[in-house]
């Protein structure tokens, strides 16, 4: 079974650009969380999308925005990029219709690393 | 303000040595913890996690501590193995955050030596 993937791997952009980061989920998973990691830095909740809908979001600014798919493959939209948005983003996913509250375990991918010019 | 940190940046353990990974947080309210494992250029992966109404959980080769006295979490490792070597979070749950929605602290790194 495939995990979750997301693309693209590496990603170069200069300041005021946009960048879109993808993420498609394990098979059978409805939720998809988005998380930062700044270099050196632990991960920062970034957002998390269940049945196509954001349920919660971390505290960063409106530039961040994202949105999830009736397939359940999610998108991350970084606008007006700054030189500290140059981080790794995570995407990950869980069911939490088998998992519920019983696990906090999230499926994470191997990351887009996003690097502001 | 409250946060979730770790007590030591890097950690040098000999192989076939036991690891220990502390982990302090100050939020009392937090009811739920969990310990992730980040191999260089690959995503964090769960290892275990443990719930405030329990003092400790093992799981293979790993045991996790709580303190809720001095709010302190550890993650033990038993018999270190070179594959061990990674970066090791701690993570929260607050009850007032939605679920998934985890406080990491700024991980350890484990080097495992020969």
């Known amino acids: 079974e495939a995990g979750v993937t997301q693309s693209p791997t590496h990603l170069i952009k200069t300041r005021g650009q946009q960048a879109t980061l993808r993420c498609s989920p394990i098979s059978g998973h409805t939720s998809v969380y988005w998380y930062q990691q700044a270099l050196g830095l632990g991960l920062q909740f970034l957002l998390w999308y269940d049945e196509g809908e954001e349920r919660n979001r971390g505290n960063f600014p409106p530039r961040f925005s994202g949105r999830q798919f009736p397939n359940y493959s999610s998108e991350l939209n970084v606008n007006a990029l700054e030189l500290e948005d140059s981080a790794l983003y995570l995407c990950?996913?869980?069911?939490?219709?088998?998992?519920?509250?019983?696990?906090?375990?999230?499926?994470f991918g191997e990351g887009s690393r996003l690097t502001v010019l | 303000g409250e946060s979730v940190g770790l007590h030591l940046p890097t950690l040098s353990v000999q192989e076939g040595d036991n690891s220990i990974i502390n982990c302090a947080y100050s939020?009392?309210?937090?009811?739920?913890f969990i310990w992730y494992k980040q191999e260089s250029g690959k995503g964090p992966q769960f290892i275990i996690d443990?719930?405030?109404?329990?003092d400790k959980r093992q799981g293979q080769r790993v045991t996790v501590l709580l303190n809720k006295t001095v709010k302190h979490l550890s993650l033990q490792i038993a018999a270190t193995q070179p594959g061990d070597s990674a970066v090791y979070f701690c993570a929260e749950n607050r009850p007032t955050d939605s679920w998934g929605k985890f406080q990491f602290g700024a991980g350890t790194q484990v080097v495992v030596t020969p």
């Open positions: 443990i719930r405030s109404n329990m």
């Open positions: 990950a996913s869980r069911n939490p219709g088998t998992s519920g509250t019983n696990t906090g375990e999230l499926f």
């Open positions: 939020n009392s309210a937090s009811d739920y």
